[in-house]
């Protein structure tokens, strides 16, 4: 259809974009690279393709090239998270969290409420071990997403790694009010309960059987969901700090056809897609998400 439409006009932008995503989709990068620099020299400068040209590099694991096309698209629009974010998730990969944590920081600062950021945040303060931040993020994850348990049980865990043990059991007491079947909060509270000497550690336990019965889950299973909730990793790297407050940005705008993640707000047009939908904050993976 696409290829049709190139015939009638060989710069039908709609053809061209979505040509370089089809190629994009079945992994064929450098014919990818070849659509979206087409539809740039169409529009020079055009903020999508640039976009996606980083994506395309960042995929085919050429990091040098998926900064370089972001970092342009940072300085195009100051006020446009998606690129600070794609920063930080190329950095990640490369094992440079502090400059992953600067450049989320900035995505941050215009997409303040996007749970995307700000659970990203909160993962990075949790394995830092910096808790008191990191249960302000996962608060405001919860009040984003409320929901979702493993925002709560995060909360939860930064309590007990901080030392506050009657808190976090109440916390968690709290969590298995409104989640009575959730497996990991409640072998939290049975190791609470004995730590403590609570005499309400049968009880518990017996919740945490019948649980784990229902669920078909051995109380033996060698994936300790516990462990993964409460013991961040070691920190990978602590020697950059956050950084200061940077000028207000500002994304391009729209085109394509098929959508995929961006933060926030003027991040919003630009078009993508993105299959893996979030799978980087998956409750098993401590480890920075992206």
Not at 80 to 97: H, I, P, W
Not at 189 to 207: A, N, Q, T, Y
Not at 219 to 242: I, N
Not at 249 to 267: C, D, F, I, N, Q
């Amino acid at each position: 259809m696409y290829t049709s439409a190139l015939t009638v006009d060989s710069d039908c932008l709609e053809a061209v974009y979505n040509l370089g995503l089809t190629a994009r989709k079945l992994k064929k990068y450098e014919e990818a690279t070849r659509w979206f620099q087409r539809y740039n020299n169409i529009i020079h400068g055009s903020g999508e393709a640039i976009y996606q040209l980083g994506v395309v590099a960042k995929e085919k694991g050429d990091s040098e090239e998926a900064i370089a096309k972001f970092s342009q698209l940072m300085t195009m629009y100051p006020n446009d998270d998606s690129a600070a974010f794609e920063l930080a998730r190329v950095y990640n990969d490369l094992g440079d969290t502090s400059s992953a944590y600067q450049y989320m920081f900035e995505a941050h600062k215009t997409a303040p409420f996007n749970i995307s950021v700000v659970s990203w945040i909160a993962m990075y303060f949790f394995q830092q071990r910096v808790y008191r931040e990191a249960t302000l993020f996962f608060t405001k994850a919860t009040m984003l997403n409320p929901e979702e348990v493993k925002w709560r049980l995060f909360i939860a865990a930064c309590q007990k790694n901080s030392g506050l043990f009657s808190d976090a059991l109440s916390s968690y007491k709290k969590i298995n009010y409104q989640f009575p079947d959730n497996i990991p909060c409640l072998k939290a509270i049975v190791k609470l309960c004995s730590d403590l000497g609570v005499p309400e550690l049968k009880e518990f336990r017996d919740k945490l059987r019948r649980a784990q019965e229902i669920a078909g889950v051995s109380a033996t299973d060698a994936t300790d969901d516990l462990t993964l909730l409460t013991e961040p990793p070691k920190p990978k790297s602590k020697e950059k700090e956050a950084p200061s407050n940077s000028q207000a940005k500002t994304g391009p705008r729209e085109y394509g056809v098929e959508k995929e993640y961006l933060p926030s707000g003027p991040a919003k047009r630009i078009a993508q897609v993105r299959e893996e939908d979030e799978r980087i904050f998956d409750d098993a993976d401590v480890d920075l998400p992206l």
